[in-house]
């Protein structure tokens, strides 16, 4: 184990952390939860369109003061949380994916940092009134 940290190390040092491809690097079996149940609508994920997004994704700056207020609202910024979605490997980097409500909105999540990207067309199945 001592070892393993020990070649990490240097290793880590060659991802791009600025770069979606460090963290969203790995898609196995992706799954949306819903972590907002209050005001959530429950959303299906589009796994072809989840695919096209991760490749048009532009990094934006955060609104902190929008996203802080969202946390005591009802209405959460970033109802949904991306499963199956692992960064590089040995980047040695723990990640969590949120996605907003319009399903273009990323915020990918680190113990160092977040950071804001969005997508053109949203990951969301489209809804049909039948």
Do not use: C
């Amino acid at each position: 184990m001592f070892a393993t940290t020990l070649l990490s190390q240097p290793i880590q040092a060659f991802f791009y952390p600025n770069e979606p491809e460090t963290y969203l690097a790995n898609l196995h079996q992706p799954e949306l939860i819903n972590t907002n149940f209050i005001s959530a609508e429950g959303k299906t994920l589009h796994k072809e369109k989840l695919n096209d997004a991760l490749s048009n994704l532009e990094r934006q700056k955060l609104r902190n003061e929008k996203w802080i207020d969202s946390l005591y609202d009802e209405e959460e910024r970033f109802p949904y949380l991306i499963t199956g979605i692992d960064p590089k490997w040995g980047s040695g980097i723990d990640t969590m994916v949120f996605i907003e409500d319009n399903g273009k909105g990323w915020l990918i999540t680190t113990p160092e940092a977040h950071y804001y990207y969005r997508s053109p067309t949203s990951i969301f199945k489209e809804e049909s009134n039948e």
